[in-house]
């Protein structure tokens, strides 16, 4: 897990450092608010990425080995295999509250937040 983890970070990272509009949502963010992170696993990072964003982040996950699919309102990117799997779900289209079934649309006045690591 320390090995995902670390990969996934340095992901993060170099999508910050190209200034692609993003923040880091499902179990990865939800580990940056909690005093033990250890408690909560994830197999992969969940994310949102404004539109402007799209083409940089899809450049930079080619340039890292990912293979990128569009699903719909979802793109899966993924490289490896086994345990050297590592997989992205980025958010394109309106993310929706699967308790309430209420859509919020991506946008460039999306407003997100900084994820700090």
């Known amino acids: ?60 996950l080619e340039e890292r080995g990912y293979r990128v699919y569009d699903t719909g309102t979802w793109w899966r990117a993924d490289r490896g295999d086994g345990e050297a799997r590592r997989v992205v779900d980025i958010a394109v289209g309106a993310v929706v509250d699967p308790m309430s079934f209420e859509s919020y649309s991506i946008g460039s006045r999306f407003n997100l937040p900084r994820l700090v690591l």
Do not use: C, H, Q
């Open 1 to 60: 897990m320390d090995e995902l983890l670390a990969d996934l970070r340095m992901l993060v990272r170099a999508i910050d450092d190209r200034g692609i509009p993003f923040a880091a949502i499902g179990a990865f963010a939800v580990r940056a608010y909690l005093r033990n992170p250890d408690r909560r696993l994830t197999r992969d990072l969940d994310m949102v990425v404004a539109p402007e964003g799209l083409a940089s982040l899809r450049e930079l």
